[in-house]
């Protein structure tokens, strides 16, 4: 579970990272701005929902099954490159977002599915 937390850690630092970058006006090439920040995403959420989930059922063994996981990036793949751009000038669909989003979110399937491996046979679950 420890890779899991490093990942999402990792993407949540710099991500903000990314953001103060932004505020202070570097110059970032436009893969970062454009492409990371959407792979750093799906592990962030993913990462709060998995806490709260956790912290709600009061169990710390509890995983997010895949279905949540491709739900939820179904949605922000939706929302922000389909739905956003039809209404605001600001968005634009970028289909090489929705591989960052779904990549990224199959990465946090595998790392957290590293740890469960081991505790199956234990009868843990995921919601």
């Given at each position: ?26 110059d ?75 990549s ?14 081991n ?9």
């Amino acid at each position: 579970m420890k890779l899991l937390w490093l990942f999402c850690l990792t993407c949540s630092i710099l991500f903000l990272n990314i953001e103060a970058a932004i505020i202070i006006r570097l110059d970032l090439p436009n893969w970062i701005l454009y492409h990371l920040k959407d792979f750093l995403c799906m592990p962030v959420v993913l990462g709060i929902c998995l806490i709260t989930v956790q912290w709600l059922k009061q169990d710390y063994n509890l995983k997010l099954g895949i279905s949540p996981i491709l739900v939820l990036t179904v949605f922000y793949s939706w929302y922000f490159e389909f739905f956003l751009p039809e209404i605001m000038n600001r968005y634009t669909a970028d289909y090489i977002d929705v591989l960052m989003y779904f990549s990224s979110a199959l990465s946090f399937y595998f790392f957290q599915h590293i740890h469960l491996g081991n505790k199956k046979a234990a009868g843990e679950g995921s919601f």
